[in-house]
């Protein structure tokens, strides 16, 4: 099972949309998808509160990562990295198996020329020392305003759109080598 996770709660994000393509390319290919949108976190989740019991609606979240054999985030670019509602989220996930040996690619999306190639950077540093295993193939959606078709269901660029392709394809084989030593093996 692969989770599509969208890293914003921003209301009318374009990397939500960007998420449901990947997710719809997922199920093209046959694989079992999810999707985790952080604009459904619950709210009492953002009380200081959070880091010790979770609000019982965060269950569903923590439940889809742990049984994930691969994570597939895609965030946009938000003063030159990653939103902090995406790192939050990562900080209120169980230590260590959530994401211990756990298979995760990496989706940036910008309004500027970088397409969050910072972001990305930055959050792998986080995946890096969460034992994480990264997919090599990494890939940055750059001025997405103008990329995507006015229903915002697919990204318009070719070049892009095949490079969207080649990475899902990539994640499903990397899915399927690592998932023999993925977490349910190491559940604490
Ligand atoms: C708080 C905030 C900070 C942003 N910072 C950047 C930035 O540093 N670089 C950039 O290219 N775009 C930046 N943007 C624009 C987003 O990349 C743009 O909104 C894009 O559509 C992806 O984000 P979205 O999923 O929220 O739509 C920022 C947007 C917000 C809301």
Same mark, same amino acid.
Do not use: R
């Given at each position: 099972m692969i989770q599509v996770i969208s890293g914003t709660n921003r209301a009318g994000s374009n990397t939500l949309k960007v998420a449901k393509i990947i997710a719809d390319m997922y199920r093209a290919r046959g694989a079992e998808v999810g999707l985790l949108d952080l604009?459904?976190?619950? &709210?009492? $989740?953002?009380?200081?509160?959070s880091y010790g019991a979770k609000p019982a609606a965060f269950a569903p979240f923590q439940d889809a990562v742990l049984g994930a054999d691969g994570l597939h985030v895609v965030f946009p670019e938000y003063n030159g990295s990653f939103p902090g509602v995406l790192k939050y989220f990562i900080d209120m996930l169980?230590?260590?198996?959530?994401?211990?040996?756990r298979c995760v690619a990496y989706t940036g999306v910008s &309004?500027? $020329?970088?397409?969050?190639i910072r972001g990305v950077e930055q959050l792998q540093l986080v995946f890096n020392y969460r034992n994480a295993y990264n997919l090599p193939e990494r890939t940055w959606l750059n001025q997405i305003q103008g990329k995507l078709n006015p229903e915002g269901?697919?990204?318009?660029d070719a070049f892009q759109a095949g490079l969207l392709a080649a990475q899902v394809d990539a994640f499903i084989s990397f899915v399927g080598r690592n998932k023999g030593i993925a977490p349910s093996a190491i559940k604490k």
């Open positions: 604009q459904d976190l619950p &709210a009492d $989740l953002f009380s200081p509160a169980k230590f260590p198996e959530s994401f211990e040996h &309004a500027g $020329l970088w397409g969050n269901t697919a990204i318009t």
